[in-house]
């Protein structure tokens, strides 16, 4: 029987990666050539978890995303009304109904159908509208059969009518939510994954085990809740902090949230942040939110500079980052970090202090680790620091290796042996002597 | 390049510490390693400190472990050969050592024969890819510090 890790991810077959059986369990750092596939587990990991830990709100946020729609459908239709007082009515409506996402969407629910009926008693006040002879009825009547699930299965005729189906429809979409929450769904990690992975359809040949226990089940088409994980943060690049972050990168977008909210369980414990303030970064790093017009991740530097992050070395904001996860709650032994590349911006000298924080947030706080890295130094870092720490019974060394001739890759377990990983770093050495005077 | 027996039991060290004169294999069962049944000749730095010292105040200095006579191309040459079997891991390795050491052999050995251009460092097969990179990096990339296996040894030097 295979050794029951916290997580195991397996993947067969998905881009690059003809196999990997990765475990989650300590620090796990992923290693192998540029495009075998490094970054596809760690987005793929990302994502997987990340849709599993915020499965409700996933679910409630597409239901909102339609009610936001019908909303704005409606009082485009009540300014298409021939009414004599068209713009207080419009008013109206929006004091009444304006609040229908900022609760559950039980009682975004409730206000929509209000507003539909309301819809409906302005539409009997203009005589005209449900006129056939009337032709912005027709305009009205695909505005409102826009808002229908299957569009071409309704006729035009009656514009009553059709928003009473718009209430149907309403309380089907409520109880479709209702039933995916209950049920757990994986078409509603498949809808993620297709967001996210969009270049082509992503094969359904993953699996995501807990302690041994299969966590999706393509069978039964369910998801079960993980307890070890609660909170998952993908870093794939430094350079997001501070930025406009476009929305087709969720990770970044979900980081930054990260970064700019503090939780009310704050870490206490202020060495972790003595090291990077002081042994590190030689300041702090802080979100300021005093200005609202002009929100702002800061660098302060101890010679009393202050600097606007975006505009600081990269390097600086790797640590940043990590500082103010740690200040934000986020670093405990409920939290996988996925940081692809570490090393990347940063002086050698500051590699081996990336990989001393990754063992020390391992060790103090409990924090899982999937780590991808080409460098030879944060790769020894993390082994040799790990090992005089103690905690090298939980790190495991994957390296990607081709499969024949072909352009997929096997991952391969070597535990804490990372020989075959320098041997293969060291084919530089010999293009370096082949290119280069080196005698 | 290949082993010369001549080369080496007729350098001046040789010659003047024969007890320094011992098996390649027996050198590597002292330091930790494994028999790679191997017979050849070789020179023990170590000894030859040992002895140029004894009855004087010289101070012993760190050498190489061994060299060794081969012949190259025309050329009649030393090869210097640093023997890490105990090593556990490639971080152990220091380059003011390794330079110190360097430059105390290639005093010790003469200018009578020449010290070839590369240097053997021979580890355990499960650090070698780490030490080669270990001492790439503390060799500012140049290629003439190459850490080896002693099987490798055996193979480059010996056979």
Known sequence: MDKSYKLQLKINDIRAIKEANIALDGITVITGENGCGKSTISHLTYTLLKTIIDYDEIVEDGVKEIYKNIYLTLGRVLLSLNLPDRRESHNQYRSLFRNYNKNSIKAGNKLLLGAIDFTIQQLIRDKSSNSIMDPKSERIEMMIVGLLKDQKAYTIGNISELLVELKLYLNEILINANSQKDELSLDVLYDVLDEEFHDKPLPKTFSITEYGTQLIDIKENIITPFFSVENVVYIDTPMVLGLPIEEERQHWSDLSQLLETKRTSLNKDIGFSNDIQNGILNGDAIYSDENLADNTFIYKRDDGSVFDLVECATGIKSFSILLMLYKNGLLNDKTLLIIDEPEAHLHPQWVVEYARLIVKMNKQFGVTFLIASHHPDMISAIKYISQKEKIDDKLHFYLAERYGKTYNYNYRHLGTDIEDIFKSFNIAYERMDQYGDTE | ?159
């Open chain 2, 1 to 159: 390049m290949w082993y010369s027996k001549q080369v080496t039991e007729t350098h001046p060290l040789a010659l003047k510490y024969p007890k320094s004169v011992t098996d390649i294999s027996e050198v590597i069962v002292a330091e930790g390693g494994r028999n790679i049944n191997c017979i050849e000749r070789v020179i023990n730095l170590d000894i030859v400190e040992t002895e140029r010292c004894s009855g004087s105040s010289a101070d012993e200095l760190k050498t190489m472990d061994i060299a060794v006579g081969v012949c190259h191309g025309a050329l009649n040459e030393i090869v210097l050969c640093e023997l890490r079997l105990r090593y556990k891991s490639a971080k152990q390795l220091k380059y003011s050592e390794i330079d110190g050491k360097l430059r105390h052999s290639k005093e010790l050995c003469g200018q009578l024969t020449c010290i070839h251009r590369n240097f053997f460092f021979v580890f355990q097969d499960r650090i070698v890819q780490q030490a080669k990179a270990k001492l790439r990096r503390l060799n500012k990339n140049k290629s003439t510090w190459l850490a080896i296996s002693s099987k490798e040894l055996k193979t480059i030097i010996f056979s």
